[in-house]
Every structure is written in C-alpha cells, then in structure tokens.
C-alpha cells in the first residue's frame, strides 16, 4: 500500500470526524440557545415555572410554538420593532430567529427519531423515503391532539408551517435594513445615537 493511498484514506476519515464534531457541536450549540431562551423567559418573569413550561412546550409541541412565533412576526409585519433603539431591536431579532430556529430544529429532530423507529422495526432502508413520509403523517397525527390539549385546533399544526411561510417575507426584510445600519462608518454613529436617546 502506498503512502497516497494511506494518506488519501486518513484524510476522508478525517473529514469524516470532522463532520460528526461539526454536527454534534450544531445540535450542542441549539440545545444551549433552547435553554438560554428558557432561561431568559424564568428571568424576565421572575420565577421558574414559565421557562419550564417553555421548554416543554417547545420539545412537545414545537408546532404551535413555531405557529405563535410566526404569527407574532406577520402581526408586527416585522420580526423586530423598527422604533426600539438598535441594540435592542438586534437582541429582539436574535431571540426570534433563535425561538424559530429551535422550534425548526425541534420538528426536524422528531421526523429524524420516527424515521430511525420506522427503519427499526421493520423497513429496509431502500424503503426511507416512504418511511419519511409515514414519520411527517405520524408527527402530524401526534401534534393535533397536543395541540388541541393546549387550547388549538385540529389545524393548528398544518396553519403553523403556512403561517412560517408568510413570514419568511417579514424575517428577509428586517435582515437587509440591519445590514444597511451596519456600514463599518455607520456603526460609531448608531452606538452614540441608541446611548443619547
């Protein structure tokens, strides 16, 4: 065996690894912005009890949360208010792609279980794209009685994705009007302006 062929061999083994840490880390690092986000609810309402009803919610039916985040952002036709101080207008952005994101993440991680439960019991993996299929029904199947448990309806998990998709246009805007205030000449400006005002 050459020496190319062990160091071409090591090389896609280590890009390997590199892929499962990159992974891992992305799941690690959405857990912790989960908590914090829970964390930051307790916080602000001064007890425990609403950032571990949160994080419930958000791990039991992240449906509904996605569906309130959605149609917070078409309500203020904006994912962040345009007359708050610019500090607190990237924070407000931050926690809501954030709650978004995790809720996105949520949904993904419980059609990833399904599939894998599907695959286990009993399907070849030739077979994987049925099982995606049968995981997305199941997963709507769960969420319509959580979600009417929590005071929705039976569409409420099929209105969140749509809500999700009217607001895309809500969250693509605000992204562009930041960069526009985030010129490098700019920003000294808008630091002085948000602590003067």
Known sequence: MS???VAQGGARLGLKGFGLIARVSFLFILFLIIIINSVIISIEAGSIE??????????????????????????????????EPFLKSI???????????SS???ILLWLKALVFVFLIVGMDTSKRPFAYLLAILF??????PLS???GGSWMTPISAFIDFIRAIQYIVKPIVKIGDKLNANDLAKVAINDSVS
């Open 148 to 150: 009417m448990m929590q």
């Open 3 to 5: 020496f190319k062929a």
């Open 139 to 144: 997963f709507i199947l769960v969420q319509v």
């Open 50 to 83: 609403p950032g571990l009803k949160d994080l419930g919610q958000r791990f039991m039916a992240p449906t509904q949360k996605l569906g309130e985040e959605s149609r917070d952002i078409i309500s203020r036709q904006g994912i962040y208010d345009e007359d």
């Open 104 to 106: 996105i993440v949520i």
């Open 91 to 101: 924070w407000q952005f931050i926690l809501k792609i954030s709650s978004l994101t």
